[in-house]
């Protein structure tokens, strides 16, 4: 997604835990944001991504842009679609992360790490955030300097 909804900006990074139903709490300052509902996806980092229904509605608004006939782009709206599920904050401020999404993400009952990610929060397995973190910021600072001179 090119352009971030700058309704939200989420940052920082917490640690929480997967209930052994496959429930997680969303970080107390954040829970207003989700009133009207999260969209729980696959994300491309072997993380599980948590946007506010109307970040999601923007990304639907973007994917409709992609031709028909672009078969490439339509099998890729297809995967995004396939692996989103819309649910809604219970009265505890938890989510239930389904087995497909804990799958993808390694994720197991137990410990989980959420980091802000502009427009959506990611959840993390421990130690797949770690190599991340691990993997240096300076190298990502290089990058994103020379690509987008941020």
């Known amino acids: 997604m090119d352009e971030v909804s700058e309704e939200y900006w989420f940052s920082g990074t917490f640690e929480h835990s997967l209930d052994s139903k496959g429930r997680l709490t969303i970080p107390s300052s954040f829970r207003s944001d989700f009133e009207d509902g999260a969209v729980l996806r696959k994300g491309a980092d072997r993380s599980v991504e ?3 229904r109307s970040a999601w509605n923007l990304f639907l608004k973007k994917m409709k842009k992609i031709s ?8 890729w709206v297809t995967l995004q679609l396939a692996s989103a599920v819309t649910t809604e904050l219970d009265k505890n401020g938890r989510v239930l992360v389904g087995q497909e999404l804990r799958s993808h993400a390694d994720l197991g009952q137990g410990q989980v790490v959420i980091t802000g990610a502009l427009d959506r929060l990611k959840v993390w397995e421990p130690s797949r955030w770690s190599e991340m973190e691990m993997a240096g910021i300076e190298e990502l600072d290089d990058y994103v300097y020379e690509k987008y001179q941020i």
Not at 68 to 75: H, I, S, W
């Open 50 to 52: 948590i946007l506010p």
């Open 68 to 75: 028909k006939t672009d078969l490439r782009g339509q099998r």
